[in-house]
């Protein structure tokens, strides 16, 4: 997924883009490609506008294939979208690391969970 890997090329240039938010921004970005893409390989339909109401369609979709702690993972992070992308505070570089470590164990299940279904996430520079 394209923002995962912005999202972790921001991370590793952060004394450059010297803006914690916009790392984290990108993260809940990625998170909510991987929700879209899961609820679309199950359900066949993907989430419009409303990102809170993302946790309840991949509930529908994956019904108890869904654990809980991905729900909690997905809601805490999506939890965090307005005030990463509209808040007044700028977080600490640290903020934006715990956002990535979140994304990256998101990023593992989804992808287990899409290659079940056939679909193959992968970065440019990861070979099969």
Known sequence: MAFHEVTQLALDHLDRVRDPDAVSSNAILAVIAYTDALTAAYHGRV??????????????????ALPDAQERQLARLL??????????????????????????????????????????VSFPDETD
């Open 79 to 120: 939890g965090r979208k307005d005030e990463a992308q509209y808040g007044a505070r700028q977080r600490r570089a640290e903020d934006a690391g715990q956002t990535i470590a979140a994304l990256n164990e998101f990023a593992a299940w989804a992808r287990v969970k899409l290659a079940e279904r056939s679909v193959v």
């Open 47 to 64: 989430n419009h506008k409303d990102h809170a109401a993302a946790v309840k369609l991949l509930r529908d979709a994956l019904g108890k």
